[in-house]
């Protein structure tokens, strides 16, 4: 059903934003393999995560969810059992390929398939690697979805990751966990670390020297607690909405900066954003409140390593270049093809749809912003961060607009909608 995307003269008040994706993920399949319960607050109910919990209970987990914490009851790092059925991943990436690094050292077979969208996602970027650790894994057509994965002695590998991606990586040192030997990657850019912190925290060690990181396989891991931040990828949609709205001023409070996630700060700020860090605080991961006013943005160049760093704020950076005096180029993205949907192409398509001047490129996107644009019917691709970008965009353009499927925001951030309507008027 198409849901109206009204404009906004501006945006004012205080919002907390729901938990981060990949911390939430992460802090039940480490709970999972840890001793002991973990009592995870802040989780993020969003369907993505639904989903690691639900193959986690698959494979005799217990899992008490409430609306004040979750609390996973470890099994220790040989304590999953066989799941009765297939893993169902829904729509997310991390689910699917975190989770076939963990069951590659498994001592039973499982199969895992997601949705539409994860059946298209290339896997072969994990079976390769999981494989030169000895991992008997088989894919749709080599590399696709559903994968099955059978019992293997695995031994650790020195990998060259051909690609920026925390979740090939995270693949690798899971599988790691229970390999013969240490497992080193190396990535070509640095991508979030949360994998390596949280291990860390649990009592592996996990040695990082640039970008080199290499883990210890543990005897075990011990639980630990964990407090999972605000997401900066879901602050972003507000970040951009304060700035590219006359009269705005936004508070986002309770945000984790951990720095292989803060590309969206650099490039806004680069752009001209007025963007305040307040009260930081945090130890595994940083955490600040961030203050965001009007601004008068100018385009840039947003490329190289940083691209990692902001990869899933990519779509509502592309809104904000939109509404930016000059040129924006986004290059070095190719990876934005092969995300919950190919975000260059909707991106460029759905901008396109207002007046934006957009162009696709092989690896990014060219945007000459800064003229008025105008409301239109967009398309989400069933794709979350397009469909939020998307209502950004609409808040600044001339006449509603409306969008298909707004309920595939769900996937990460279940009240989006509710919580951008409370800063209209003068919301608190
Ligand atoms: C994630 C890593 C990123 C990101 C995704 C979450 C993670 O994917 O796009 O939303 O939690 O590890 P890649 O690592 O494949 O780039």
């Known amino acids: 059903m198409n849901h109206t995307l009204t404009t906004a003269s501006s945006l004012r008040g205080t919002v907390q934003v729901p938990g981060d994706k990949s911390i939430s993920h992460r802090a039940v399949m480490f709970g999972a393999l840890a001793e002991g319960d973990t009592h995870i607050t802040g989780f993020l109910m969003g369907e993505d995560c639904l989903s690691t919990i639900s193959c986690f209970r698959s494979m005799g987990i217990d899992i008490d969810v409430s609306e004040e914490e979750v609390i996973v009851h470890g099994a220790g790092l040989h304590g999953l059992k066989a799941p009765s059925e297939l893993l169902y991943t829904g729509n997310s990436g991390t689910t699917t390929r975190l989770l076939c690094g963990i069951l590659a050292g498994q001592p039973f077979t499982s199969t895992l398939n997601g949705d539409a969208s994860i059946q298209k996602r290339p896997m072969g970027r994990i079976i390769k690697p999981l494989r030169l650790m000895g991992a008997d894994i088989d894919g749709r057509d080599g590399n696709l979805c559903p994968l099955t994965v059978r019992p293997a002695q695995l031994h650790g590998i020195r990998y060259d990751m051909p690609v920026a991606s925390a979740q090939l990586k995270s693949a690798i040192l899971l599988a790691g966990l229970f390999a013969d030997g240490k497992t080193t990657v190396i990535e070509p850019a640095a991508s979030r670390d949360h994998t390596e912190r949280m291990l860390r925290g649990l009592g592996a060690q996990v040695e990082s020297n640039g970008t080199e990181i290499t883990l210890t396989?543990?005897?075990?891991?011990?639980?630990?607690?964990?407090?999972?931040?605000?997401?900066?990828?879901?602050?972003?949609?507000?970040?951009?909405?304060?700035?590219?709205?006359?009269?705005?001023?936004?508070?986002?409070?309770?945000?984790?900066?951990?720095?292989?996630?803060?590309?969206?700060?650099?490039?806004?700020?680069?752009?001209?954003?007025?963007?305040?860090?307040l009260n930081e605080r945090g130890t595994v991961e940083p955490v600040c409140d961030l203050r965001v006013r009007s601004s008068r943005l100018h385009g840039t160049v947003i490329s190289g390593d940083l691209i990692p760093r902001l990869i899933d704020e990519l779509p509502v950076l592309a809104v904000a270049a939109a509404f930016a005096e000059g040129e924006t180029v986004i290059c070095d993205a190719q990876e934005l093809k092969v995300k919950e949907s190919n975000r260059i192409a909707a991106m460029t398509a759905e901008l396109s749809r207002t007046g934006a001047d957009v162009a696709e490129t092989e690896d990014g996107m060219i945007i000459h912003?800064?003229?008025?644009?105008?409301?239109?019917?967009?398309?989400?691709?069933?794709?979350?961060?397009?469909?939020?970008?998307?209502?950004?965009?609409?808040?600044?353009?001339?006449?509603?607009?409306?969008?298909?499927?707004?309920?595939?925001?769900?996937?990460?951030?279940?009240?989006?909608?509710?919580?951008?309507?409370?800063l209209k008027g003068d919301g608190t």
């Open 369 to 422: 912003g800064g003229k008025p644009l105008h409301g239109a019917t967009f398309t989400s691709y069933a794709d979350h961060r397009v469909a939020m970008s998307m209502a950004v965009c609409a808040l600044a353009c001339e006449g509603d607009s409306s969008i298909d499927d707004p309920a595939c925001v769900a996937i990460s951030y279940p009240t989006f909608f509710e919580t951008l309507d409370s």
């Open 217 to 277: 396989p543990p005897e075990t891991l011990h639980a630990v607690d964990v407090d999972v931040p605000g997401d900066i990828s879901s602050a972003a949609y507000f970040l951009v909405a304060g700035l590219i709205l006359p009269d705005s001023e936004i508070t986002i409070r309770n945000v984790g900066i951990n720095p292989t996630r803060t590309g969206i700060l650099d490039a806004l700020e680069a752009m001209g954003a007025d963007i305040e860090r």
